[in-house]
């Protein structure tokens, strides 16, 4: 019998290439997503992103449009897919958009988990949920690399409705033995990304010969994550049973500065214009790699790219956007 799998936020950025695996690995998949975006007008690359994604990574997945802040929609989807695997990636995706719109944030990441789990509690056919969380609820990295363990003391307000969200998670699982998961990934970066994150920005701006703005490059160290490799990751936490019940950090496991991402981008625009501006007050929490260790060994996942292989494959996917 075909296992099925219920991606909410399927047709995003990461939900994507998650769908991709998961139909390449004989699953029946289905996508749950209001295909919102978040930044207009949208560019011809925007376009080509959004095309790129349905075209090829949703081929073979059945593409639902709907809201998992509509849990009568919700319910009757789950009870007709009935998905042995629902993984929530529905949620507002970007720390900045959390400040500036909190309202839905709030409801996309605690209102929208509570539904999901209202429903998931009344059904017994859910082999594991996967809720994606953040590495933003740790705030300023205690230890680095930061372990799955260490304490969440998050600083803006993204970490914390996502902090938030890992509780409720938690409360319903408990309470209505819901096998669960969590994960926590970090500066997801590569092909198809539409959200203006920092890579996205720098090496679309180096292409058109625009001027690039880093904010503390030196200091600003993240754990940089391929598409490909957050996809694998959430992949094998959901499918490995030893994961129910446990939280995993989902990163390359690597901190680099946004500095070396800079050398890196140099290295195929030579003639692209960096603005530094050092000691500029962050909202943002101090980060660096994470520990990945109990992932491994738990999963088997293991991440394939570095920053300089993710940048060059990045760099490459962009090129072909620009010439089709």
Do not use: W
Not at 29 to 57: E, G, V, W
Not at 83 to 90: D, E, F, R
Not at 150 to 178: C, N
Request: net charge neutral; hydrophobic share 35%.
């Amino acid at each position: 019998m075909t296992d099925t799998v219920l991606i909410i936020g399927g047709s995003g950025f990461i939900g994507s290439q998650l769908c991709q695996y998961f139909v390449d690995d004989g699953f029946k998949t289905y996508s749950l997503d209001t295909n919102i975006q978040y930044f207009f007008p949208l560019t011809p690359k925007n376009i080509f992103n959004m095309n790129y994604r349905h075209s090829t990574l949703l081929n073979g997945v059945v593409s639902l449009r709907g809201s998992s802040l509509d849990v009568n929609d919700l319910r009757r989807t789950i009870l007709d897919v009935r998905p042995g695997y629902v993984i929530n990636l529905g949620a507002l995706p970007l720390a900045q958009k959390a400040v500036h719109n909190s309202e839905e944030a709030f409801d996309s990441i605690l209102a929208s988990t509570k539904n999901i789990l209202e429903v998931l509690r009344d059904v017994d056919f859910v082999k594991n949920y996967v809720h994606i969380s953040s590495s933003m609820v740790y705030g300023d990295f205690e230890t680095i690399p930061v372990k799955v363990d260490a304490k969440k003391s998050p600083i803006e307000i993204y970490g914390s409705m996502k902090l938030a969200s890992e509780f409720i998670v938690k409360g319903y699982a408990q309470r209505h033995k819901i096998p669960y998961s969590i994960i926590r990934p970090s500066a997801v970066y590569g092909p198809t990304d539409n959200n203006r994150r920092v890579l996205q920005i720098f090496i679309e701006n180096a292409m058109e010969g625009k001027k690039i703005i880093a904010n503390n490059p030196s200091k600003n160290m993240m754990d940089f994550t391929f598409i490909e490799d957050i996809a694998s990751g959430i992949k094998s936490v959901a499918l490995s049973h030893k994961a129910i019940g446990q939280e995993f950090n989902v990163t390359r496991g690597e901190g680099r500065s946004l500095s070396k991402a800079m050398d890196i981008i140099k290295s195929y625009f030579p003639n692209a214009e960096f603005h530094i501006n050092e000691d500029i007050e962050s909202i943002y929490p101090k980060r660096g790699s994470l520990d990945i260790t109990k992932t491994h060994n738990l999963t088997g996942y293991t991440p394939k790219y570095s920053l300089e292989a993710g940048i060059e494959k990045y760099i490459s996917f962009i090129r072909k956007g620009n010439a089709s």
